[in-house]
């Protein structure tokens, strides 16, 4: 697999800038909500970048910003913003590997592998924290999933950059790259022997109508779109076909989604994990690369 984790400086540095300005205390420019004041500054912020016009600085990023508010060194705002946004809880991290594993049906192997290189971990709420990253592998937020009973919680960190990068996790060959709605779908196709031709599974976090830029980098030979054989999934895809038409649609047959259709093929294969004494056998799991 490729890729490795995103450093703290880049999942601090995805931070909303305007939370960061609130934190250091700004207040947003009733007459130009794209600037915020406080005594002595006076900044405009477009997406990742501010501009401060009284003092004729600026910067790209949360760290630069609270650099320049707090005039301290980046090690400093590393400290500051991590009170803004605090990192994973590995107090939490078993609580997600079992409910990934055993309630999700991932493979351990790929979750133990994720886990190390930094592309999943659990925040302080017990959120699965699926870290995005654009083409270069560089952080732009994370996918969260929620793993308490119910109707688990899914969105996206603050700041987080759907346009730059998403959740996605590649296999060291040559094939086709398949769009999915979830990284708990993108992790379940992985697994999934028929899909052993891909190459490459992104999470669009939802459905995208449009290709975001971000993905064109990775250089796709074919694209498929495997977005959930439903209603809202069958119109996007057609949408995005109409927008991009080669794209191929990849429809998950006999199940809602990728992960209930492995949730299905292993529930199926139960009895054959059985070594005939109640106890099952380990199942094979993902090669990685």
């Known amino acids: 697999m490729n890729a490795p984790g995103a450093t703290r400086a880049d999942r601090l540095r995805t931070i909303a800038l305007e939370r960061v300005a609130e934190e250091f205390g700004y207040r947003r420019d009733r007459s130009d909500r794209a600037r915020w004041k406080r005594r002595g500054s006076a900044i405009s912020i477009n997406g990742t970048s501010f501009y401060d016009h009284i003092q004729c600085r600026g910067g790209g990023g949360a ?70 990253r654009s083409a270069d592998a560089a952080a732009t937020g994370a996918e969260l999933h929620g793993t308490r009973p119910g109707r688990p919680f899914k969105g996206m960190t603050p700041g987080s950059r759907k346009a730059q990068g998403g959740f996605w996790i590649a296999r060291q060959r040559t094939g086709p790259v398949l769009l999915v709605e979830s990284a708990i779908d993108a ?59 080669g794209i191929q649609r990849l429809r998950p047959e006999a199940a809602k989604d990728w992960n209930a259709k492995l949730q299905a093929i292993r529930d199926a294969n139960r009895d054959k994990h059985d070594d005939g004494t109640g106890q099952r056998r380990k199942a094979s799991t993902v090669c990685l690369k």
């Open 187 to 245: 992790l379940s196709a992985l697994s999934l022997p028929e899909l052993c031709h891909v190459r490459c599974v992104i999470s669009t976090a939802g459905v995208a109508i449009r290709l975001p830029k971000w993905i064109k980098h990775l250089i796709p030979e074919t694209l498929l779109c495997g977005y959930d054989a439903d209603e809202a999934g069958d119109i996007a895809a057609r949408r995005l076909i109409e927008n991009h038409p």
């Open 63 to 132: 760290i630069d910003l609270a650099m320049h508010a707090a005039s301290c060194p980046f090690r400093e705002a590393l400290d500051l913003l991590e009170r803004i946004a605090p990192g994973p809880e590995p107090g939490h991290w078993p609580l997600v590997q079992r409910y990934l594993t055993e309630q999700r049906s991932l493979d351990p192997a790929l979750i133990d592998h994720c886990h190390r290189n930094g592309l999943l971990d659990a925040d302080r709420r017990a959120n699965a924290v699926f870290i995005t």
